[in-house]
C-alpha cells in the first residue's frame, strides 16, 4: 500500500511538471494532501504491524516464561494474567505466578507452591522477542512467597526425570519488595520459621552460580532491619531447603524495648554460610545501655557468639557466647527451642568464672549502689520460658556460686561484720566501729523464679564464725527473710565486752556449745534490703533433722 501511494505521488509530479511554470494553489493543495493521505496510511500500517507482534508476542512471552521456570526449577509453573504494553519499549507484568515442587515432592504431600509471586514486571526491547535466549536486564518482582517443604517430604518423594526444555529467558537481576520465605517443618511440636524480606536485590542470575545479592531483612523481635550481603544458590530443585547461602549482616539499633521486661538498643555484625536448612553464624553484639525491668539500670553488654539456626525445626544452638557484662567476662552455651503456638524458650549454660558481683547486682536490684563488692565465681543453668510476662518474670536460674573477698558498701553493715568476726574469736573488747575489715567468704546454691532468689543454702565464713542460712530474696529488694545458724569459735560469754554480762553468760554457755563449737546461734534475717532486721530464732526448728 506505501509503494502504490508513492508511485502514484511520483506520476503526479511527473504530470505537473509538463504545465506551465506558474504557480497553481489548488494543484499545490492537492499534491500536500495526497502527501498527508500516505502518511496516514503509513501509521495505519504500522499501527496494524504492532498490533499484530502485540497478538503474537503476549504467547510467545508467556510461552517462555514459564518454559524458562518449568526447565529451572524442574517443576509446574502456573500464571494467572500477562500484560504487554508498548509505552516504553515492550513492557511485560504479569500477575499470579506459581511455582509448584517437583512432582515427587508433590506427590510426597507439598500441595502449596515452592514460589509464589503477587507480580512481577521488566522490559525488553522489540528484537528481543525474536532472540533466543532472550536478554532481560532487571526483573521487579513484589509480594514473593518461598515456601520450602519439610525435609521429610523432600526426602520421601520419588525420583523423577528431569523436565525437557530450555531456558528461553536469562536474567541479569531481579529486585524483589515485600517477601518472605517460610521453611516448613512436620514436628507436631515446631511452627514453620518465617523470615520477612523487605528489600532483595539478585545479580547474575544464571541457572548453574550461585547469586550475589543485598538484602534487608524485617527482624520483628528486637524490631530493626537486618542488611547482608552475600550470595545463594544454585538452586537445588530435589531439596530447596540444601541450597548454599553465605553473607556478612549488619544489624544497627535494634529496640530491644520490644521484648518486655529489658531494654537497650543493641548493633550486631557477623557472617553465615550453610544451607537454608542449617545456617552458621559468626557475630558479635554490642548493647551499651542494657538494662532490666527489675533494676533499670544501664549496663554495657559486649557479646560474640558462634550459632547454629536448624531451618527444618526453627531451633538455634549458641556454641557457644562469650559476654562482658561491666566488667565481668562469663560464656554461655544452650539453646533457643521453637515451641509451637508459643514463641522460643531459651535454655542456657552460663559460667562466670571470674566475675565482680556487683556488676550482677547492679543489673538486676533497683536500689544503688550494690549491696556488696566481690568476686564471682558461678555455674548455673538458665531459662527463660516463653509467654507474654515480663523476661523478669520468666526467667529461671537454678545453680551454685562462690563469692570471695566481700566487702559491703554500706559502712553500718560492714562494721557489723567486723565486728561480728572479732566477738566470734572471742576479743569483744576491740569489737567496735570502724574495726580493719575482715576478708569473707560466701557460697550457695540457689534458684530464682518470678523475680525472687530462693537459697537452699547460703553459707557465709569470716574469721572466727560459720554462719548457714537458708531463705529468699526479692531483686525489688522489699523481701528479706532468711533464718538458720551462726557457729562461732569463742563460747557465748566470751563474745561481750564487760566482766558482769561474760560471768552471767557462763551459766548457758552449755546449751549453745554443740558441734564442736564454741557456740551455735539460732539466727533469724527479715525486714528489707534498706532495713534489715536481726535477731534470734530460739524457737527456729533444725533443718537438718528435718531432712530439708
Known sequence: MLILCIQLNVKDVKHDTKQTSGPAPSKRRGF??????????????????????????????????VETLATRFDSRVEMDKLHVSVLSGLEVAGDGLRIFPPDGVVDAGAKAPLISLERFAFHVNVMGLFQKPMHVGTVKVSGMTISIPPREMRQQGPKRDRRAGKIKIVVDQIDFDDSKLIIGTMKPDKDPKKFALKHIVMHNVGPNDPWRYDATLVNAVPTGNIHAVGTFGPWVNESPGDSAVTG???????????????????????????????IVVDGTTETPD????????????????????????????LQ?????????????????????????????????????IQDFLELAVKAQPAIMTG?????????????????????????????????????????KVDMMSLRAQGEAKQAKPGAEDVSSLMTGQFGMGRGKLHFNRLAYALPGADINLAGVYSLDGNELDFDGKVRTKAAL????????????????????????????????????????????????????????
Open 32 to 65: 500536500w494532501g495526497r502527501i498527508a493521505i500516505a502518511l496516514l496510511f503509513v501509521v495505519i500500517g504500522f499501527a496494524a504491524t504492532l498490533e499484530v507482534m502485540l497478538h503474537r508476542a503476549e504467547p510467545i512471552l508467556r510461552g517462555r516464561i
Open 248 to 278: 556478612k549482616y549488619t544489624f544497627d539499633r535494634a529496640d530491644l524495648n520490644t521484648i518486655k521486661g529489658i531494654a537497650g538498643i543493641l548493633s550486631s555484625v557477623g557472617e553465615f554460610n550453610g544451607q537454608l536448612n542449617r
Open 290 to 317: 542494657f538494662s532490666l525491668d527489675t533494676a533499670h539500670h544501664p549496663m554495657p553488654l559486649h557479646t560474640k557468639f558462634h550459632a547454629i539456626v536448624d531451618g527444618t525445626s526453627g531451633d538455634t544452638y
Open 320 to 356: 557457644p557466647v562469650e559476654a562482658k557484662l561491666g566488667d565481668s567476662e562469663f560464656t554461655c552455651r544452650g539453646e533457643v527451642i521453637n515451641i509451637k503456638g508459643k514463641g522460643h524458650q531459651i535454655n542456657l549454660d552460663v559460667d562466670v568464672p571470674n566475675g565482680r
Open 375 to 415: 568476686r564471682l565465681n558461678m555455674k548455673t543453668k538458665l531459662t527463660i520460658h516463653p509467654g507474654k510476662e515480663s523476661v523478669t518474670q520468666k526467667i529461671g536460674l537454678n545453680g551454685h556460686f562462690t563469692l570471695r573477698s566481700i566487702h559491703f558498701v554500706n559502712p553500718e553493715w560492714q562494721d
Open 493 to 548: 560469754s566470751n563474745m561481750v565486752a564487760t566482766w558482769w554480762k561474760s560471768w552471767l553468760l557462763k551459766p548457758v554457755d552449755p546449751f549453745f556449745r554443740k558441734n564442736g563449737a564454741g557456740a551455735e546461734i539460732p539466727v533469724k534475717i527479715s525486714g528489707s534490703r534498706g532495713a534489715p532486721k536481726f535477731g534470734l530464732a530460739l524457737k527456729h526448728k533444725d533443718k537438718d533433722k528435718e531432712g530439708n
